[in-house]
């Protein structure tokens, strides 16, 4: 795997789609003499899906390594960055933002990927250490980053808790026009804000989609509308710079419904709509691979796995070869 460039690593899926094997010496070109033409835009697609989306590891699976370690098993299991915690026990603490983010992105960028997103604890622009998350990210070319979650005060009505939101993401928009950021909010599912996608447009209504938007969430999106997101996606795409991936199912355990995180394919999130969307509506942006099925406590950023290494490394790794054979095949 540490021989073979990402954009072989990408081909290598598409050919396993297609039932067939690849050599890590044959080019792009040559892969397509071996198909029949019917299948050849799998290559096509895939071919330029390298300078398309990007594809990070969401690094609180990592936090039980440092950033050298974190880097080097990022590259060695094929992703093109790492989406960075920079937030209370994460990867970078916020406090440190100015000499640690640095370190960091130093570590990803020798290893030969490149951190294109950052997950913070940021609300607003007076909080501490937003303004210093804020330009060190930018000052090393970072430009997207991911907000805080709101919860909705459930002393005033919906209609105030959207005014006042739509107000705090203003705040935050103006504090983004400073630094030359994005800022995303993720849909999360359950009692937050922006569960339900609706509230999220009405938040963001009046406000520049280049400074302030979503991280759009798919899995999360299909938990609080099974049959419904692909329409209300639709208000958000001018917003939607960065995405997460994800999936799981509704099981039954002790007489109660919940949410059962598992590998990519293995749940119920309409992944192909999904993509065709993406491919449909232009949406190319960076996306942060999550894995938050059982990992040994990975999934949760515990610091000491319960696993082995090779054990994370080999279910990462099949989710990431699934999630580049739909990349791969819808050309993104």
């Known amino acids: 795997m540490e021989n073979i460039s990402r954009k072989k690593f990408i081909a290598t899926t598409a050919m396993a789609a297609a039932g067939l094997t690849l050599g890590v010496k044959a080019s792009g070109k040559e892969l397509l003499t071996h ?56 990867h970078v603490l916020p406090q440190n933002v100015a000499t640690d983010l640095p370190k960091a992105v130093a570590a990803v960028e020798k290893a030969g990927l490149k951190v294109y997103t950052i997950v913070t604890n940021i609300k607003s622009p ?23 979650w709101f919860d909705y005060n459930k002393s005033i009505t919906i209609l105030e808790n959207l005014k006042a939101v739509n107000k705090q993401f203003a705040a935050l928009a103006q504090l983004n026009t400073e630094y030359g950021m994005h800022g995303a909010y993720q849909n999360h599912s359950g009692e937050l804000f922006g569960a339900s996608v609706w509230d999220l447009w ?26 419904t997101w692909a329409t209300s996606m639709q208000l958000l795409v001018p917003n939607i710079k960065t995405i997460n991936v994800k999936d799981f199912y509704w099981d039954k355990k002790d007489g109660k419904w919940q949410v059962k995180s598992v590998p990519l394919g293995e749940g119920m999130v309409d992944f192909k709509k999904y993509f065709g969307i993406l491919k449909q509506q232009g949406i190319g942006g960076p996306m942060s691979l999550h894995c938050e099925y059982d990992l040994g406590g990975a999934q949760d950023g515990a610091k000491k796995l319960t696993i082995s290494k090779e054990a994370f490394t080999t279910a990462v790794q099949k989710d990431l070869l699934t999630l580049r054979k739909w990349l791969a095949y819808n050309g993104l």
């Not at 909080?127 to 805080?148: H, Q, V, W």
């Not at 979503?214 to 609080?224: L, V």
């Open 202 to 227: 009405l938040g963001l209504e009046g406000l520049d989609p280049n400074l302030i938007g979503c991280q759009y969430d798919i899995r999360h999106a299909t938990t609080e509308g099974a049959d």
């Open 35 to 90: 198909l029949p033409e019917n299948r050849r835009h799998i290559i096509d697609n895939s071919l330029s899906a390298a300078d398309k989306i990007k594809v990070s590891i969401f690094s609180k699976h990592l936090h039980w390594l440092n950033y050298t370690d974190m880097a080097n098993l990022a590259a060695r299991m094929g992703f093109d960055g790492v989406d960075l915690t920079v937030r209370p026990d994460g």
């Open 126 to 148: 007076d909080e501490p250490y937003a303004r210093d998350i804020l330009k060190a990210a930018s000052a090393l070319g970072i430009k997207y980053y991911r907000t805080a």
